[in-house]
């Protein structure tokens, strides 16, 4: 027994000297190899000693630093003064274990990349060979993702078929017209409800106590037998607006998504220009509890940051090419809305419109066509770029006895329709909530009149409201009014008497 105790202290002794030497050969600032560092902010360098304790320093661009630390607490941060766009840079560190360097550093612009399976899916899993783009990876070295040993550079067909492809095609757009380095950061997962991106104190705050109200009533009603019990099946009113297709949509307190650590920490400690985000997939059908949670999700962030920090994000697509869409993509339209009054109401966001963009499936392959028109917005909202990148928006509704005059905002050199034809998928209603097809003539740039003969004193329109649109309403750069309705109806009542 006490030569087999020797045996394992040797053999202890053995891994532990191993282990040791192996992590001293580990530079303490390997991540930041081809990293991209945010312009116009202080910069934060954060790292781990390699010695048991002491100083170090840390050299960035003609300044050093120095940081103390010890066995126990081995992480270091130093800042460095905000810079311009530039590169490439060196960074070295020195502690009483040698000098460690990271090189190929640039200050650009980071965007932090949020969202489920559709912003986080790689290339390779989107196209075919065929449909690479020639030559793509090598215009782009400066288009970089954090990888497991320092950033990845956008730079041969190799790695970008391994980047999730709506960041990858953004953060591109924005080199081509900028000509800086973007860094983005995928902090995604796929499957996510809107609930796991927001944190456990978000839901027990003040703000979100109706919300809970109506979700434990709703809940109730579903475990007292209401709601179907078939899987699946979510066809029944009260279903669409407050469950999925699988459970009422009411989690476990605490229940968060592990992605949001690091959303929380690119956030709050590491400085970014912004979020892109595209979510609600999974909560199609939850409309009615979306838009609390959404506000509150913005509202946090920005508040994180501690800085102006815009928002952008997608609407939910189309996921269909077949008119009317299918059955389980019922409660889409509410989502939508709810999606279209949280951007227009809550300060620096803006909501990407891409119904227009048909595919197939729950996971679009275009996603040049989404990664585009998300960066065309920040280029026209956040860089000033003179280029079209608003959509029109819904403004008002004005009775006029039989007819309804609808008035738009932000339309530029005016509504059109792509085809030249009138305007298509306008559904006009009466007092009585009945919404049927109507008539839409264009009467100038930023208004459109309205009318149906089965509806002789119109006061509610709704416009796009079906799982897949087909549309022709559009402003300049072909960019499509978004899905909208001018009533406050509630969506999905109970049925009477229960």
Known sequence: MKNLNVMRFVCLAFLLCTTLVEAAGVSPIQSYNHAVLQRGLPIVINGRAKGRSGDLTVTFNGETRTATYSYRKSRFSVEFPAMEAGGPYILEVTDNTGTYQAEDIHVGDIWVCVGQSNMMFPMTKMHKDATWEPAAGDQYPLVRMPGKNGWRKSDSIDVIKHMPGTPYYFGRELHRELNIAIGLIPAGAGGTSLWEWTPTEVHESEELKPFFEVMQSRVQYWKEGHLPNKAGVNDYPPAKGFSSTRYPYFPKKGYANPG?????????????????????????????????????????????????????????????????????????????????????????????????????????????????????????KVYGKEIDWMHPKFDRVEAKGPKLLVHFRDVGSGLKTRDGTAPLDFTIAGTDQNFVPASAVLVDGDTLELHSPDVTAPVAVRYAWQNSPKTNLVGPGELPVSPFRSDDWELYPLPEGE
């Open 260 to 380: 949001l650590i690091r959303l929380e920490e690119w956030v709050s400690k590491r400085p970014s220009r912004g979020i892109v985000f595209w979510q609600g997939e999974n909560d199609i059908g939850m409309a009615a509890n979306y838009e609390y949670l959404f506000r509150a999700l913005i509202q946090r962030y920005q508040a994180k940051a501690g800085r102006e920090f815009p928002f952008f994000f997608i609407q939910l697509p189309t996921y269909t090419d077949q008119p009317g869409g299918k059955t389980k993509y019922d409660g889409i339209v509410g989502l939508r809305d709810a999606q279209r009054k949280v951007a227009e109401t809550e300060k620096n966001v803006e909501m990407v419109v891409t119904y227009d963009i048909y595919s197939r499936g729950i996971h679009p392959a275009k996603k040049q066509e989404y990664g585009i028109r998300l960066a065309r917005a920040v280029l026209g």
